[in-house]
C-alpha cells in the first residue's frame, strides 16, 4: 500500500469575463429599447402609436416591468440567487397592484381586433 495518504485537487479553471452576457443582455436591451420606441412614437411604415392611449397606471407598469427585466439582467451578470428570489419576492405585490390598477379593459380595447358574435338561432 502507500505509505502517505495525499489529496489530489485539479487545478481550478480560471473565472470567465462577463463579456458574453453583457454582450447578449445588451442586444436584449436595445432590441426591447427599439420595440418600446416603435410602440411610443409608431413606426415608419403604419405611423400608429401602439400606446397611444396608455394611462399614468399603464405607464408606471411599463416601468415596473422593466425593472422586474433589470433584476433579470442584474442576476445574470453579477448577484446571486437568493438576493434576486428576495428582490422578487419584494416587488410582486406591487406589480400585481399595478396590473390591477394598469390593465383595464378600456385600455386594453385594440379596435382593429374585434370579434364577431354570432347570434343563436331558436
Excluded at 416587488?91 to 378600456?106: E, Q, R, S
Amino acid at each position: 500500500m502507500y505509505p502517505v495518504i495525499t489529496n489530489y485537487f485539479p487545478p481550478e479553471e480560471p473565472p470567465r469575463g462577463a463579456f458574453i452576457p453583457l454582450l447578449f443582455a445588451g442586444a436584449l436591451v436595445g432590441l426591447f429599447s427599439l420595440f418600446l420606441i416603435q410602440s411610443f412614437f409608431g413606426s415608419a411604415m403604419d405611423k400608429v402609436s401602439l400606446f397611444g392611449n396608455l394611462s399614468a397606471w399603464g405607464f408606471l407598469l411599463v416601468v415596473n416591468y422593466l425593472g422586474i427585466y433589470a433584476i433579470i439582467v442584474a442576476f445574470w451578470v453579477k448577484i446571486n440567487l437568493i438576493n434576486t428570489l428576495w428582490t422578487i419576492l419584494a416587488i410582486a405585490l406591487p406589480t400585481l397592484f399595478l396590473m390591477n390598477k394598469g390593465l383595464t379593459p378600456d385600455g386594453c380595447h385594440v379596435s382593429g381586433f374585434s370579434k364577431a358574435l354570432k347570434a343563436k338561432n331558436n
